[in-house]
């Protein structure tokens, strides 16, 4: 007799379920491409570290490598230029993740929206099925008062 909610929406709220999944993925995913450049970024300081430490214990008092000098300074040139380039890199990437995050926000907010109507909804139809059954029982009562009335003398 009690018939089944059915939300009429249902399928607007698995697409949204299904973009904020998505949101959700890409969010992730840049999370763990600004912490891979960020180990990148580590790496190169320790490069660095390492190339000033042999620069310092391969110069001996008196003598001087003119070319080593070079490679070495040329060799740090290029990782001061990777790490202005990594700092560049992650500042894009924290900037894209500020956005997709406000993007899976907006997407989790969406999906709320269509699961609290598909509450309310479901709220009003077991009110109105309980009015519903309450009816037929006060029916049943009074039909069942009527004819006990009529059957009594």
């Known amino acids: 007799m009690a018939r089944r909610f059915i939300f009429r929406f ?11 999944d998505e949101h959700k993925r890409i969010v992730a995913a840049r999370v763990r491409e600004i912490q891979k450049t960020r180990e990148q970024m580590a790496a190169l300081d320790r490069q660095i570290q390492d190339e000033l430490h042999a620069i310092r214990s391969g110069q001996q008092p008196g003598q001087i490598d003119m070319q080593q000098v070079v490679r070495h300074r040329h060799w740090l ?76 003398p």
């Not at 249902?10 to 904020?20: D, K, N, S, V």
């Not at 709320?112 to 309310?120: A, C, D, N, S, T």
């Open 77 to 152: 040139g290029r990782l001061h230029k990777a790490v202005l380039d990594g700092q560049a890199r992650l500042r894009f990437l924290e900037a894209r993740l500020v956005q997709e995050r406000a993007a899976l926000a907006e997407a989790a907010k969406q999906c709320r929206i269509m699961e609290k109507l598909r509450e309310r909804q479901e709220l009003r139809h077991l009110q109105e099925q309980e009015r519903l059954e309450t009816r037929v029982t006060d029916d049943l009562a009074t039909i069942r008062y009527v004819f006990d009335a009529q059957a009594t």
């Open 10 to 20: 249902e399928t607007l709220l698995r697409i949204r379920r299904q973009r904020e």
